[in-house]
T-cell receptor
Framework: QQPVQSPQAVILREGEDAVINCSSS?????VHWYRQKHGEAPVFLMI?????EQKGHEKISASFNEKKQQSSLYLTASQLSYSGTYFC???????????FGGGTRLMVKP | KAGVTQTPRYLIKTRGQQVTLSCSPI?????VSWYQQTPGQGLQFLFE???????NKGNFPGRFSGRQFSNSRSEMNVSTLELGDSALYLC????????????????FGPGTRLTVL
C-alpha cells in the first residue's frame, strides 16, 4: 500500500526549515528518501533504518514516530538547491521493492 | 564510476506497437529495478531483478515484461502499447548482497520518455 506524504506542497524562503511526513498504515522498518528535480531522475537523500540509524546526506535528517508508522524528513536552513519533489519509499518486507509516496513539492525562494 | 544509463531517452510509438527499453546499471551492481512515473499515478514499481532472477513484479498487466542479462544489463518490454502507457520509465540499480537490498541506495538512470500516440 502506498504511503501518504504530507504536505503535498510547501514554499519556503532560503534559510527556513521544513518537515515532510511519510505515513503508512503498517509499521515502517526502514524508509528511503529521494529528491527529484524537474526533468531529472530521483536522487538518493538518505535511508532511515530500523533502529533509527541514518545513512546518507549529512545535512538532512529523519526520524520515526513512536509507532513507526510515520517517518519525518527534516530540512534545516534550506537552500535554493533543495527545491524539488521529495519522495519517501519504504522497502517491502522481502526487501526487493520500494513503494513510493505521492511526493511533496518543495520550492525554496530567495 | 559511470552512472546508470538508459536507452533510448525518448521514444514515440503508436498504439498496438511494442517497445523495448534498455538499462545499464552501475558496474558491479546486480540489482536493477524498473519504475513507471506518470503525473497521475506517481512512481510505480514494475519489477526488480537480481542476478538475472526476477524477484518481484508490481501490479502491471502481463504486457509489461523484463529480463536481466548476465552482465546485469536489463531490458523491459511493453507489448501492444496503449495510450496510458505514455510515461517516464526509470530504472535504478543498487549494489550489495540480495539480503541487504533495502538498506542500500537506489541509483536512478535518466529515464526513457515514452509517448504513445
Amino acid at each position: 500500500q502506498q504511503p501518504v506524504q504530507s504536505p503535498q506542497a510547501v514554499i519556503l524562503r532560503e534559510g527556513e526549515d521544513a518537515v515532510i511526513n511519510c505515513s503508512s498504515s503498517k509499521a515502517l522498518y526502514s524508509v528511503h528518501w529521494y529528491r527529484q528535480k524537474h526533468g531529472e531522475a530521483p536522487v538518493f537523500l538518505m535511508i532511515l533504518l530500523k533502529g533509527g540509524e541514518q545513512k546518507g546526506h549529512e545535512k538532512i535528517s529523519a526520524s520515526f514516530n513512536e509507532k513507526k508508522q510515520q517517518s519525518s524528513l527534516y530540512l534545516t536552513a534550506s537552500q535554493l538547491s533543495y527545491s524539488g519533489t521529495y519522495f519517501c519509499g519504504p522497502p517491502n518486507n522481502a526487501g526487493n521493492m520500494l513503494t513510493f509516496g505521492g511526493g511533496t513539492r518543495l520550492m525554496v525562494k530567495p | 564510476k559511470a552512472g546508470v544509463t538508459q536507452t533510448p531517452r525518448y521514444l514515440i510509438k503508436t498504439r498496438g506497437q511494442q517497445v523495448t527499453l534498455s538499462c545499464s546499471p552501475i558496474s558491479g551492481h546486480r540489482s536493477v529495478s524498473w519504475y513507471q512515473q506518470t503525473p497521475g499515478q506517481g512512481l510505480q514499481f514494475l519489477f526488480e531483478y537480481f542476478s538475472e532472477t526476477q524477484r518481484n513484479k508490481g501490479n502491471f498487466p502481463g504486457r509489461f515484461s523484463g529480463r536481466q542479462f548476465s552482465n546485469s544489463r536489463s531490458e523491459m518490454n511493453v507489448s501492444t502499447l496503449e495510450l496510458g502507457d505514455s510515461a517516464l520509465y526509470l530504472c535504478a540499480s543498487s549494489g550489495g548482497l540480495a539480503g541487504e537490498w533495502g538498506n542500500n541506495e537506489q541509483f536512478f538512470g535518466p529515464g526513457t520518455r515514452l509517448t504513445v500516440l
